[in-house]
């Protein structure tokens, strides 16, 4: 199969695609951290290519909940954009897709995602929802349920490792799970 990996730098789910057979390559403006096929160019001039599946990872930065509350009034062109970006994934001519995001602002106005997923359902101690909207393939399974380590700060609030662990950065946050690109390939490949 012929599997485009859309707005991935790390090469991590296009490697789990290799890793079970498949032609897969990854596309974005960043060069690849990992060595392996990696268009480094605007993804939306290839979604045309005649591919098979496509797993999608847009900039979630004005139209996720957690980053776009922040700046509602200043962002609102910014937030169309990246709705019209995100909306490009979702429409594209590919018969298999999956666009993966946080959970989306209202004002957004995506449409409903099919289901969410957690690192933790797929070996990981962490815990970061994520929606994913779907075309031509089943939600995915989890594989792996593992459970959450909590940490207690000085003041009593309590967190899992996903929030209070991770790096606080775009790049690192924006990484795909390894548990969760595995499942993907074995799920839909």
Known sequence: MKVLVACEFSGIVRDAFIAKGHDAVSCDLLPTERPGPHIQGDVLEILDD????????PPCTYICR???RWNMKK???LRQQG????????????TK???????????????????????YQFGHDYSKRTCLWLKGVVQLRPTDIVELTYYVTPNGHKYTRGWY???RNWKARSRTFQGIANAMAEQWG
């Open 165 to 167: 662990c991770t790096p």
């Open 50 to 57: 005649g591919w098979d599946m496509m797993i999608a990872h």
């Open 75 to 77: 962002d609102a062109h």
């Open 66 to 68: 957690h980053r776009a």
């Open 83 to 94: 709705k019209v970006f995100f909306m490009r994934f979702i429409d594209a001519p590919i």
């Open 97 to 119: 897709i999956c666009v993966e995001n946080p959970v989306p602002l209202r004002l957004s106005c995506l449409p409903q995602y099919d289901q969410i997923i957690q690192p």
